[in-house]
């Protein structure tokens, strides 16, 4: 199994940047940024698979960057111009399958392994 463990979330006020980092114990063929509010659904953000494709939503485009690193399976998540509407609890997930595509919306049960999460609260 991919051990996850995120880190990196807080505070920030709206305007600001904050950067995730997701440490994984191993390899996997896709890894996502999910994230969720209370009272919403958990909501796929980025994903980034083995040879770099990305998929951003829609809401976040021009704003974050995924970022990773294969060699010591390391993924980030660039949140810049953060709004109040970014606060959520944010969630690392891994897939052994390639199912990252900059064309397919981010799926929760595409993803076999999932973090613990890290709190991200932007303030107005």
């Known amino acids: 199994d991919v051990q996850l463990v995120e880190s990196g979330g807080g505070s920030v006020q709206a305007g600001g940047s904050l950067r995730l980092s997701c440490a994984a114990s191993q390899g996997s063929g896709s890894m996502a940024w999910f994230r969720q509010a209370p009272g919403k659904e958990r909501e796929g953000v980025a994903c980034v698979d083995q040879t770099h494709y990305e998929y951003y939503v829609d809401s976040v485009k021009g704003r974050f960057t995924v970022i990773r690193l294969n060699a010591n399976y390391i993924m980030y998540l660039q949140m810049n111009l953060l709004k109040s509407e970014d606060t959520a609890m944010y969630y690392c997930?891994?897939?052994?399958?390639?199912?990252?595509?900059?064309?397919?919306?981010?799926?929760?049960?595409?993803?076999?392994?999932w973090g613990q999460g890290t709190q991200v609260t932007v303030t107005s």
């Open positions: 997930a891994a897939a052994a399958d390639r199912v990252c595509q900059p064309w397919k919306k981010l799926e929760v049960t595409d993803y076999n392994y």
